[in-house]
């Protein structure tokens, strides 16, 4: 009996379907951890301690004093973390697409390399002065990069995890996000200052500052991804912005006066 070949519909969803399917995918992603952050923010402000005197950990340890199975916690969590990168291909091969149509792809290794690395030093810097001076004004959570044990694993699981921020943020909120958007007729500015503020929302748990800094971060990447199409670029900036601030701290803490 000859076997039948599966056919699939790769028609772009009409408006209402796409609208649902971008709520489906930030809710199960970028969306519930905005809600979690704006809880968070709420507790904070409700705390008897100013934002200044709290914490934000960003890598923290999951199993304190079982460093094997807390490799194991990390390991779990980025993977986790990072699979709704996966159904976002899947949703962009059902409508005849790739994530080769938001440019994640390797075809130009160099000049992904070049801008990402040129955007990481502009926002870094800045994003670190930007930071300083916020928590100097008592309106953010004293942000704690990594405070991993001190074992072997350390330093890969933090660049796995600056990897694993740039890699969801950017294909999500940046090149899927405002690829959508602009199937769905959205204006240039209206999609990138939306995307903006989702960015924005899911950094509140770090204070006002975090939110801040985010969504103008979000409006600068936003546009660059319309300028060249591509969201490689800028998964290599913020994987390098995360990789330089988690390893960065983790070398420097307690050494250097500046540094909170």
């Known amino acids: 009996m000859p076997t039948r070949r599966l056919e699939i519909d790769t028609t772009l969803p009409g408006p209402r ?38 914490q934000a950990v960003l890598v923290g340890s ?37 994530l080769r149509t938001i440019g994640v792809d390797l075809r130009e290794p160099g000049r992904d390399l070049l801008r990402g690395a040129g955007l990481a030093a502009l926002v870094g810097g800045t994003g670190l002065a930007f930071y300083l ?10 942000v704690v990069p990594g405070a991993l044990p001190d074992v072997w694993w ?7 995890a600056a990897a ?11 090149g899927y996000l405002l690829h959508r958007l602009g199937q769905l007729g959205w204006s240039p500015v209206r999609s990138v200052a939306v995307s903006s503020v989702i960015r924005g929302s ?15 971060m979000g409006l600068l990447f936003g546009s660059l991804y ?7 670029p800028l998964v290599v900036a913020h994987t390098l912005i995360d990789a ?14 500046w540094l909170p």
């Open 17 to 54: 379907l796409l609208g649902a399917e971008i709520f489906v995918v930030f809710a199960v992603s970028l969306g519930a951890s905005a809600l979690f952050s704006l809880i968070r923010l709420i507790g904070a402000l409700t705390a008897p301690r100013a934002l200044q005197g709290q």
């Open 62 to 98: 999951r199993a304190p004093g079982r460093p094997w199975l807390d490799l194991a916690l990390q390991l779990a969590d980025i993977a986790v973390s990072v699979a709704p990168v996966a159904l976002v291909a899947y949703l962009l091969a059902r409508s005849g697409e790739s």
């Open 133 to 142: 001076a916020v928590w100097a004004a008592g309106v953010n959570l004293t």
């Open 154 to 160: 350390r330093v890969p699981v933090l660049l796995l």
């Open 164 to 174: 694993q921020n740039g890699v969801l943020e950017e294909v999500i909120v940046c």
């Open 202 to 216: 899911y950094h509140l748990y770090q204070g006002f500052g975090g939110f801040i800094g985010n969504v103008v």
């Open 226 to 232: 319309l300028r060249w199409r591509r969201a490689m």
């Open 244 to 257: 330089v601030a988690f390893v960065g701290y983790a070398l420097l803490r307690g050494k250097v006066s």
